[in-house]
């Protein structure tokens, strides 16, 4: 199994600062790999696929890049509404494989 | 708008079976692979498998040996069955949807199941 390695696993930032959270894939895997937001209590949603495309209805201070090995979700302003846990999910091959997590905290 | 609702038994003994189901509301199954993910509590996501318009499944091995999923495209629903159930199992679980934008489609989950907390517990 591809597994992903998602770094830091926790960050604390202040509204406005800018974030980036990275996810690095033990094998390459094209393009294939989604983020997604989770708050508590609530389902994940997904904010960016194809490593760099933006979901429908997602704010576009939220943006993706990478490829191959080395994916990076960026933030380019924190909301006070973007405070909650990020995950990168690979889905080149099975089985599909999530990072372990990011949560983003107030500063 | 695409929905996902689903239920089933929350609270389970150990060795029992799991067994869940989620409705599509605002979709047609041709296309797409419909999952399923769980949470531990405090833990991070954990894919469990997926089976897509055609009946086909993908288990992730861990689990493989106790998973089933189907679906009934007459009733616009998909299931998770796991057996043998211990402890280690207690999470939520979601379902989910891949995603179609501008004429392509995706693997990325694009639609999920509100969650649905299952605890195993003698």
């Known amino acids: 199994a591809i597994q992903m390695t998602q770094s830091p696993s926790s960050l604390s930032a202040s509204v406005g600062d800018r974030v980036t959270i990275t996810c690095r894939a033990s094998?390459?895997?094209?393009?294939?790999l989604g983020w997604y937001q989770q708050k508590p209590g609530k389902a994940p949603k997904l904010l960016i696929f194809?490593?760099?495309s933006l979901q429908s209805g997602v704010p576009s201070r939220f943006s993706g890049s990478g490829s191959g090995t080395d994916f990076t979700l960026t933030i380019g302003s924190l909301q006070p509404e973007d405070f909650a846990t990020y995950y990168c999910?690979?889905?080149?091959?099975?089985?599909?494989?999530f990072g372990q997590g990011t949560k983003v905290e107030i500063k | 708008q695409v929905q996902l609702q689903q239920w089933g038994a929350g609270l389970l003994k150990p060795s029992e079976t799991l067994s869940l189901t989620c409705a599509v509301y605002g979709g047609s199954f041709s296309g797409y692979y419909w999952g399923w993910i769980r949470q531990p509590p405090g833990k991070g996501l954990e894919w469990i498998g997926e089976i897509n318009y055609t009946g086909s499944t993908n288990y992730n091995p861990s689990l493989k040996s106790r998973v089933t999923m189907s679906l009934d495209t007459s009733k616009n629903q998909f299931s998770l069955n796991l057996s043998s159930v211990t402890a280690a199992d207690t999470a939520v679980y979601y379902c989910a949807r891949s995603y179609y934008t501008s004429g392509s489609y995706y693997n990325a989950l694009g639609y999920w199941g509100q969650g649905t907390l299952v605890t195993v517990s003698s």
């Open positions: 194809a490593a760099s």
């Open positions: 094998q390459g895997i094209r393009n294939d």
């Open positions: 999910l690979q889905d080149y091959s099975y089985p599909r494989t």
